[in-house]
């Protein structure tokens, strides 16, 4: 931790301060952590939205049944009563 003078009150304060202990003054370093936490908020937001859309093609790509084709119906039902149904 080291050690710094503060411009309006000569007080030594420590560059870790956001403002000086004794008369207030804002050492410019509070604004700087808000920037960088304001930053990393929106990089984590853009790369949900990246995430989102991927995904999303990836769905669009398969007709949103994982591997099998939109087009392809797949095995037909026999209305009930046909022949297939066993006999009591």
């Known amino acids: 931790m080291a050690l710094t003078t503060c411009p309006d009150c000569e007080a030594e304060i420590s560059t870790e301060a956001y403002v000086c202990p004794r008369c207030g003054r804002p050492t410019g370093k509070l604004k700087t952590a808000r920037l960088k936490g304001a930053r990393n908020i929106l990089m984590l937001w853009a790369a949900l939205i990246a995430a989102f859309f991927v ?4 769905l669009d790509k398969t007709g949103g049944h994982g591997s099998s084709s939109a087009s392809d119906p797949g ?3 026999a209305p009930a009563g046909s022949a297939t149904e066993p006999k009591r």
């Open 55 to 58: 995904i999303w093609q990836i």
């Open 75 to 77: 095995p037909a039902l």
